[in-house]
Every structure is written in structure tokens, then in C-alpha cells.
């Protein structure tokens, strides 16, 4: 089945010059299945902890749900195979399936229940940090 053109732009979309993306890190296009999803929540960004332990290690693979730069073993995305492309979708259509650890089943009677896991730090942050407007004054 060929990858929706919409998706391999985003993937290989390069990121904005200003941004603090995680070193070797891949887009995230969606947590689960979000062409077959019947329930669908709106996140800014993945946690770094998505792609790098405690220590600030790209995690390996038994504790990886993402795909990187080093599992695809490639460099970059811009000009990426097909392949390694439809790779990180992948990556982000298993993600719940891919090592769940700290997983919670979505709430009874949810549209899509069986077939998706939440997990909890996603769901109720345990801190909220506050945002702060700054305005550029130039």
C-alpha cells in the first residue's frame, strides 16, 4: 500500500532552523494509527524521554518505540529511501504496541478502546510548567 503523500512530506519536512529537536531524533506524525484511529487527542511535541534515557542516551532497541537517524542508518530525512520513510510511519502507527511499559488502558466505553493504550504521564502532567510570553523587542 503506498504511503499517503501527505505523511512522507511531514516526515521528510526538514524542521524549523530555531527549533530544539532531539539530535538524531525522527518526526513524530502521530502516537498510534491515526488513519485508522476513532479517537485522536492534540499534543504539542514528544517528550525528549521518547527518544533518550536519563542520561541523555539514544535509547536502545529493546526500550526504543521511535525510529532515529541510527536505527534507519541513515543521516537524514530530506532525501531518505521509501523505505526508511515508511519505517518511521510505522514506527508511529506501533507505537502502543512497541515496548508499553507505563501504560494505562484508555477509559471504559472509549470510542477505539481496546484497540489503544494511553500512558499516564501523557494524560495528567505531573507539573505544569508555565508559559511565559516574552516579546521580542527590536
Same mark, same amino acid.
Given at each position: 500500500m503506498a504511503l499517503p503523500d501527505y505523511l512522507v512530506a511531514r516526515?521528510? $519536512?526538514p524542521p524549523p532552523a530555531d527549533s530544539c529537536i532531539v539530535s538524531?531524533?525522527?518526526? #513524530?506524525?502521530?502516537?498510534?494509527n491515526a488513519r485508522?484511529?476513532?479517537v485522536a487527542t492534540l499534543?504539542?511535541?514528544?517528550?525528549?524521554?521518547?527518544?533518550?534515557?536519563?542520561?541523555?542516551n539514544e535509547l536502545p532497541e529493546p526500550?526504543? $518505540?521511535?525510529?532515529?537517524l541510527r536505527s534507519l542508518a541513515i543521516t537524514g530525512l530530506l532525501d531518505a529511501p521509501?523505505?526508511? #520513510?515508511?519505517?518511521?510511519?510505522?514506527g508511529?502507527?506501533?507505537?502502543?504496541q512497541r515496548n508499553p511499559?507505563?501504560? #494505562?488502558?484508555?477509559?471504559?466505553?472509549?470510542?477505539?478502546?481496546?484497540?489503544?493504550?494511553? $500512558?499516564r504521564r501523557h494524560c495528567l502532567p505531573p507539573r505544569p510548567r508555565p508559559v511565559v510570553y516574552r516579546p521580542h523587542l527590536g
Open positions: 516526515v521528510q $519536512r538524531g531524533s525522527t518526526p #513524530v506524525v502521530a502516537f498510534g485508522t484511529a476513532a499534543g504539542l511535541n514528544p517528550s525528549r524521554v521518547e527518544f533518550l534515557d536519563r542520561a541523555g526500550r526504543r $518505540r521511535l525510529e532515529t521509501e523505505a526508511a #520513510v515508511a519505517q518511521v510511519i510505522a508511529c502507527d506501533a507505537y502502543f511499559t507505563g501504560v #494505562v488502558p484508555p477509559p471504559r466505553g472509549a470510542p477505539g478502546a481496546p484497540g489503544g493504550l494511553l $500512558r
